[in-house]
Every structure is written in C-alpha cells, then in structure tokens.
C-alpha cells in the first residue's frame, strides 16, 4: 500500500480515499436496509404467530359474542372436496360459526387464516357461506366487520379475499357495500392465453394508536 500511495499526488490521494469513503457509506447503508427489512420480516411473523396462538379470538370482542340482531348476507362460493378438506383441516384454520338463536343450528360459517403475504401480516378470508334462509340480513357485512376488528385487534395490516369473476353479486357485496378494492396482488393481465377467474380484493386497516404506557416508553 505504501509504495502505491507514494506514486500518488495528493489529490489523487484524496479521489481514491473519498471514493472508500463512498463506497463504506453505501455497503453500510445497504447493510442498515438489509437489516431494517429482515426486523420488519421478524416482527410481521412474530403479529402472525401471535394472532395464531390464540385460544378464543372473540374474547377480544366481547359485544360481538352474539348477533342478536335480524339480518344475515352473504356471497356462496361452494365447496371442492379433498383439496378443500385438506385446506380446512389444516391448523392455521380459523372458523367463525353463527348459529340461530332458537334452534342453535350454525346458519354460516367463515374460514380465515392469520398469515403472511408478500411480507405483509394479514387475515385472509379463506371463504364465507351462509345458509339460504339466512341470506340479505346483514349477517355478512356483521362477520366481515368482525374480521376486520379482529385483524385491526392483532395488528394485521390489511384483510384479503378472493372472489370468483362469475360472481357479481359477491364482488358488488365486498367493492361496493363494504369498501374492499383490488388487491396489487391480484392478477391484472394474464400470462398465459387462459384468463384468471378470480380477483384478489383487500382493505387496510388503520394503524393502532399506540396506548399511554407504549407512548410513555
């Protein structure tokens, strides 16, 4: 090195050594983006993990324990048989169970999932279904209100769902009733010659407000 720099003028000297400096501050930069994005990672797992391990999501709304009043809606999407029981058996499945006060027979049933995608903590509503008999009530638009106050509870970031594309009347229930838009994710222009059949929708949930003691800390 001595005999490098001595071959060197001084301004030479002072190109070469601002030129390292660049170059420490940038690998040092990308080093702190690096880490910053892989503590963003750990802490989405760590939302999502937690969200999981818990044993009742509804004792976080206890007004919501009973629906008491009358109404019921709902989009239908059907059911496959082994790759849908596989997918409902699994242990990351949630389910949201309404049953009719009288009989106490389960009028509908929602399947959603605590889960990461593209990085992001969310809850994904897997699928919603609801007994003819109870439909165009509000039962619906009542259990998405609770899985969106579950999602903002545990501090997912947004709630998704996929919808059919020959389904109307669920994509005119989740767009324009309850405000839900298409996902970045969802598949715009397809690759292959074959169009996509379904959607992605989504809806970001507002930022908690940190309590007294996180603001305190």
């Known amino acids: 090195m001595l005999s490098i720099f001595r071959r060197l003028r001084p301004r030479q000297i002072l190109t070469v050594t601002l030129q390292a400096q660049r170059r420490t501050a940038k690998s040092k930069e990308k ?13 989405s797992i760590a939302k999502v993990e937690a969200a999981n391990k818990l044993e009742d999501p509804l004792s ?10 009358n109404g019921y809606e709902a989009s239908d999407w059907g059911w496959s048989d082994r790759e849908k029981k596989t997918e409902m058996t699994e242990d990351k499945a949630w389910y949201l169970i309404a049953r009719d006060l009288d009989s106490k027979k389960p009028v509908a049933c929602v399947h959603f999932r605590f ?3 593209c990085d992001d903590e969310v809850l994904y509503c897997y699928e ?10 509000g039962l619906g638009k009542f259990l998405m209100q609770i899985l969106e106050l579950l999602a903002h509870k545990t501090d997912m970031k947004k709630v998704m769902l996929t919808i059919f594309k020959h389904n109307p009347v669920g ?5 324009n009733k309850l405000k839900y838009n298409v996902d970045e ?3 715009q222009t397809p690759l292959f010659e074959e169009e996509y059949c379904y959607e992605i929708l989504s809806k970001i949930m507002p930022e908690k407000k940190p309590s007294a003691v996180e603001k305190a800390t």
């Open 31 to 43: 080093r702190q983006k690096k880490q910053q994005e892989i503590s963003r990672l750990k802490a």
């Open 171 to 175: 994509r005119d229930f989740f767009v």
């Open 115 to 117: 889960d990461l995608e």
């Open 185 to 187: 994710i969802s598949p």
């Open 128 to 137: 919603i279904q609801i007994m003819p008999e109870a439909r165009r009530k």
């Open 60 to 69: 976080m709304l206890m007004p919501f324990k009973k629906f008491e009043r």
